[in-house]
């Protein structure tokens, strides 16, 4: 089991690293945003008790037609008498489906489009593309505040897009990773604290929140470590960490962010909401392709550090549910 485990995220990783995303119609996140779309207006109501409890169903179904959809797999690979082929099919699918879950190379394309509308002196396309990455308005953005929000979203995406989804996995296998998935997007989606969506998101958002916790501050401080091997300034990222993790409306986000802000000796800002970081606030190209060096090195660190000696121990005393 334990070696099984390691090849399905070792061909998650490797697939990512090296193809990055599929398109969307062939991405499984982009059915969940699609299904989730199509039930908000289903389940919006004026009494916003029952809007939460839309909020609730709304993952609920999510969450179980993903589950479905894995077993499904898993009992198909079942079926296939002989053994080494049935581990060697439910390894490489395995793979192909934990990759869905997770965004290196995703992440790393989204950050470098703003970079190229900047290098081109378009600041309205940067707005545009760090629009589809953070939830900030951008509209009225100046080029370090786009940087900022591009250095944020790279610390916050390392937990959302990739840590979260691995960590997930190591305790309850591949329905773990997606579940985690659609409780992420619904709360990318909906969980937002505006009158549209405050009650029907508070479910997902509080979720997310629980099931975040963890994995943020694990990552967080792998992020330390990763600093300390590319020869970034891992002392003051885990002294920024500290003093500034809490400072974020979020109880998880400013793990990462701070830790990112420290690494690179920078500030980052969300206008009228918070500081990270004793740095300049002027940010430059370079150091957004230092922080995609600490996503990348964090994650391979993570996988090492943290999802294959959960899978070891919960192996060892017979809990892991992995197929």
Known sequence: M???SMFVIGIAIILDFVFGDPKNKYHPTAWIGILIAKLVPVVKNKNPTMEKLGGIIIVVIASSITIL?????????????????????SVVIGGLLLKTTIAIRGMENHAKAVLSSLNSKNLEMARTNLSMIVKRNTKNLDKNHILSGVLESISE??????TGPLFYYALFGLSGAFVYRVINTADSMIGYKTDIFKNVGWFAASCDTV???????LTGLIMIVSAAILQNNWKESYRIMIR?????ES????YTMAALAGALETKFEK??????????ITLTNKQVYAAIKIMKLTSILFVGMVSIPIISLLTLVGWWIHA
Not at 69 to 89: D, H, K, N, Q, R
């Open 251 to 254: 109880p998880n986000a400013g």
């Open 244 to 248: 500034d993790g809490k400072k974020t």
């Open 271 to 280: 206008i009228n909401h918070y500081n990270l970081g004793n740095g300049e």
């Open 157 to 162: 995406n390392t937990v959302d897009g990739i």
């Open 69 to 89: 959809f894995v077993l499904s797999f898993e009992y198909g690979a079942s079926l296939i008498t002989i053994e080494y082929v049935s581990i060697i099919v």
């Open 2 to 4: 334990i070696f099984e």
């Open 211 to 217: 099931l975040n916790y963890i994995p943020s501050r």
